[in-house]
Every structure is written in structure tokens, then in C-alpha cells.
């Protein structure tokens, strides 16, 4: 553990990336797709764009840091947020500084921007919290525990380069996932990062998944693996917001990691209208048995379908479905 020579934060600085637009010849735009970024992984996957010509990449960042603890204590002045973006194969590096957001000090928003020609393989993005601690500027009192990877080249939000699904036979393994034996799959929220365990027991299950067959097989895998993203979705909300830390007040605070990130993409869709801490206050009292629990289940559903793209991949399922069938009566 490093010891420094003067005091700094102990709440979590967390950051999450919200939108990433691409800039191209001409002043093209490009919007990348939410399945380029993971808020679970904290990775953007740059080479999920559309278009390979493009110049620039802008990244819209919100970051929330411990403002009770800095008013309480009052160690710190002239606080400021920055956004760094560095990489290790380039020397490249981007500082973009923050600005607060409408959380009463708590949310910090802003956007980095990093040129194509710069960085050549993934970059990792960090937010620090600077200030001025007695007479002396420029002091970092915080930063994030864990940092965002930009991955130049990838087309999947991966941190591991490799999808976090696990083929598992139920019926063999522990006596955990023996109990699951007839299910397709399970998603398992222990571990650092949630990961999916599918049951290779289950027959044709993994040959669907893995693609490969015909169109018909095709078009199906592609609707489980939506199916698979919404539960995805689902039991990580339902994890992050199962452990909650409480403040003396009786307000919940966002957990610092993936948990933390997870409700800050969901709760709009969950509670619309509402600032994310009034949101993750009335989820808790419903949660508690203070209002209805039951009734925000569409909801919960409602926002990890999105995620997951369902409505999308449902609807292109029938069109390819209608196609097919057109094709054979001909």
C-alpha cells in the first residue's frame, strides 16, 4: 500500500463512459454502437465502428467523486477532475479536464478526445481528482481503482480479449451447478466480473451458440445469445443493487466498481426522469419493502432487454424467418 505525505480521499472515485462518437474525412459522424462500450468490463471496443476512415474519437465521460468527504473533512481546495488517456506502446498521452455535472458536486462530465495516428493498440483511461492540500497545488487525492481500457482494433468490449462464457457440464461439475442441471444457462455474479456458465449438457445448445450451421441455426444463436445478454443484464442489477452501502442518513451510495456502473446505465430506464441518486433512493426503499418491488420488475426487464439489444435482434430474426420461408414456398 502506498503511504502519502499528505491526506487524501478514501471514498471511491469511479468513472463511466457514456457515448463515444467517431469523426471522419469530410467531418463525417459517426454515433458508435452501446455494444462498443461495456460499463461491466469497462472497455471500448473501437473497432466495432461501421466505418474504417474515421479520424478521431471522442469520448463522453461521467465520473462521480466523494463530495461529503471533502466537504466534511476540509483538507482540500480548488478541487479539479481530469481525464487522462495513456498508452504504453506510443507514449501517448491525452488530458482532458472535467467539469461538475448537475449532482450537487458528485458527478463530474466531460469528453476526451484522443486522435487515431496517436494511439496504436489499447490505451487505458484514468480519472484523478486534484487539489490543493495546505500550500501546496497540483496534489492528486484520488483517483480511480480501476481503469477504462480503449482497445483500438477490437469489435467486443472485452478486458481478457476473450468472452467470459465458460462451457460446463451441470450435471458433472459441483454440486452447485448440479442443481441447474436442465437450465441452459447460468449467469454467476461472484467472482470480480460477472461471467456466464453454460451447460454443454444441454443438447445442440453450444453448437447454436458457437454458429456455424445453417441460416435457420444461425438466426437462432443469435437470438439466444440475446436472450443470454438480458439475463446478463438482469442478475447484475439485481446483484448490485442486493449490497448496498447505507450512509448514516439512510441514503444508499453507488458501489465503486462494476456494481456502480451497472446502476448508473440502468436506472434512467428503470426510473425515468430522475437524477441517478434520487433513482437508486427509491429502488432501495422499494427494495426494502417501502413501496412496490413487484412493479419495477417490468422495468428491470424493460432496461436489461434493451442492453441486450432484444427488440432488434427479435425483429430482424422475423424478417430473416419471413425470407426464408418466402425463398423455400419458391
Request: net charge negative; hydrophobic share 40%; with cysteine.
Amino acid at each position: 500500500m502506498k503511504v502519502y505525505p499528505y491526506p487524501r480521499l478514501a471514498g471511491a472515485v469511479t468513472v463511466r463512459v457514456t457515448a463515444v462518437r467517431l469523426r471522419g474525412l469530410g467531418d463525417s459522424r459517426e454515433q458508435l454502437d452501446t455494444k462498443g462500450y461495456s460499463v461491466v468490463e469497462q472497455v471500448v471496443a473501437l473497432g466495432r465502428a461501421e466505418r474504417n476512415d474515421w479520424q478521431t474519437a471522442r469520448i463522453a465521460l461521467s465520473a462521480t467523486v466523494p463530495v461529503r468527504e471533502i466537504e466534511a473533512k476540509g483538507h482540500w481546495s480548488d478541487l479539479v477532475v481530469i481525464a487522462v488517456l495513456t498508452e504504453g506502446a506510443t507514449n501517448a498521452r491525452t488530458v482532458a479536464q472535467l467539469r461538475p455535472g448537475t449532482a450537487g458536486g458528485r458527478e463530474w462530465i466531460g469528453e476526451v478526445e484522443l486522435n487515431r495516428d496517436d494511439y496504436l493498440d489499447r490505451a487505458s483511461l484514468a480519472v484523478h481528482v486534484v487539489a490543493t492540500v495546505g500550500e501546496t497545488h497540483g496534489r492528486i487525492i484520488g483517483s480511480t481503482d480501476q481503469e477504462w481500457m480503449i482497445d483500438m482494433t477490437a469489435d467486443a468490449p472485452l478486458r481478457d480479449r476473450q468472452l467470459d462464457v465458460s462451457t460446463v457440464s451441470f450435471a458433472r461439475s459441483t454440486e452447485r451447478l448440479a442443481r441447474f442441471r436442465d437450465v441452459p444457462w447460468i449467469v454467476d455474479t461472484s467472482g470480480r466480473i460477472p461471467a456466464v456458465r453454460m451447460n454443454s449438457d444441454f443438447e445442440g445448445l453450444v453448437a447454436l451458440v458457437e454458429g456455424g450451421g445453417s441460416k435457420v441455426e444461425s438466426v437462432l444463436g443469435e437470438m439466444l445469445l440475446a436472450h443470454m445478454c438480458s439475463d446478463v443484464w438482469t442478475a447484475v442489477f439485481h446483484t448490485a443493487v442486493g449490497d448496498l452501502e447505507i450512509e448514516d442518513d439512510g441514503n444508499p451510495v453507488f458501489p465503486p466498481d462494476w456494481r456502480g456502473a451497472v446502476l448508473r446505465e440502468m436506472l434512467p430506464d428503470i426510473i425515468p426522469g430522475r437524477s441517478a441518486e434520487d433513482a437508486l433512493r427509491e429502488v432501495h426503499i422499494r427494495r426494502s419493502g417501502e413501496g412496490s418491488w413487484r412493479d419495477l420488475q417490468p422495468r428491470i426487464q424493460y432496461a436489461a432487454a434493451r442492453r441486450a439489444d432484444v427488440p432488434k435482434i427479435l425483429a430482424a430474426a422475423v424478417r430473416d424467418i419471413e425470407r426464408l420461408d418466402q425463398e423455400t414456398s419458391a
